[in-house]
């Protein structure tokens, strides 16, 4: 059920289990078999229960939905289309929050409330995780990953035609902008044959 505030999270989810199911061509029968391979029965009848509303599903439901329709758990906190999606309601004293913000938050790529404490929001997540985030944003502040990344927007715009001003200077940036990656990538090439050697 839809508010003036926004939707409510088994309001959401449920219409997203009917989405996705329709999505992978399947009859609600169809999806209780699968939910029965998985080793948790669902009879048709309690689908379209769930879909319609007026059953709302565990935690626990809720990944057997994911596994059953070969999609990611956040899919069904999200909104089919960005543009005319409901805010969602994560709890009453929260403001609604825009289904792409919720996919984050159970991504784990955001807190919700944004404005919550960052640091903490990560540090619940298990060390071999905080370790790969912390992998990937010293990669991502490397000179040549910042390089590529400008290179890739540039190049973006060049293929898609988008206005973007000057074509000319575009151009010349896309030059520059290769010029440097490559610059990058031959000391990369350097420094990991110095290492190979090094090791030997």
Known sequence: ???????????????????????????????????????????????????????????????????????????????????????????????????????????????IPVSADMQEFRQAAPSWFRDKEEQQERTFRHPAMMSLSSLKSFLHTAVLGEDAGDPQALAKAIRQESDRLAAYASLLADETEQKATNGR
């Open 1 to 111: 059920m839809e508010t003036e505030r926004g939707a409510r999270v088994p309001d959401v989810i449920a219409k997203n289990i009917a989405r996705l199911r329709k999505l992978r061509g399947l009859t609600v029968r169809q999806l209780s078999e699968r939910l029965t391979e998985l080793g948790s029965p669902m009879v048709p009848s309690g689908i379209t229960k769930v879909e319609k509303g007026t059953r709302q599903v565990s935690a626990e439901e809720l990944l057997l939905f994911a596994a059953a329709l070969n999609a990611s758990p956040a899919d069904f906190v999200d909104g089919a289309d960005p543009d005319t999606a409901e805010p969602i309601i994560v709890a009453p004293n929260l403001p609604p929050e825009k289904p792409f913000v919720v996919r984050a938050w159970f991504a784990g790529e955001w807190p």
